[in-house]
């Protein structure tokens, strides 16, 4: 129900704290560099990116928040979309 837009925003609250397990709700709590979530592309010699590897063993149960999206050293490349 909590995905539902036409539901009002009490209903899909509840519902979707009713779902999250006590270490999501914890997580959301945290933050994480958007750094810690990059890794080299290909032989590791390339343009770093997104890493769904690296985001999964640093924020397991989720995350509240992405601090300094470009880091303070790391510069993404722009993406267009």
Same mark, same amino acid.
């Given at each position: 129900?909590?995905?539902?837009?036409? &539901?009002?925003? +009490? =209903?899909?609250?509840?519902?979707?704290?009713? &779902?999250?397990?006590?270490?999501?709700?914890?997580?959301?709590? #945290? /933050?994480?560099? #958007?750094? =810690?979530?990059?890794?080299?592309?290909?032989?590791?010699? #390339?343009?770093? +990116?997104? +890493?769904?590897?690296? /985001?999964?063993? &640093?924020?397991?149960?989720?995350?509240?928040?992405?601090?300094?999206?470009?880091? +303070?050293?790391?510069?993404?490349?722009?993406?267009?979309?």
């Amino acid at each position: 129900m909590y995905r539902d837009a036409a &539901r009002p925003t +009490s =209903e899909r609250v509840e519902d979707l704290l009713e &779902r999250m397990t006590l270490p999501e709700k914890l997580a959301q709590l #945290g /933050a994480v560099w #958007g750094a =810690e979530l990059l890794a080299p592309a290909g032989d590791g010699t #390339g343009p770093v +990116s997104f +890493s769904a590897d690296a /985001a999964r063993e &640093r924020v397991p149960d989720g995350i509240g928040q992405v601090t300094r999206l470009a880091g +303070s050293g790391e510069a993404l490349a722009p993406c267009l979309y």
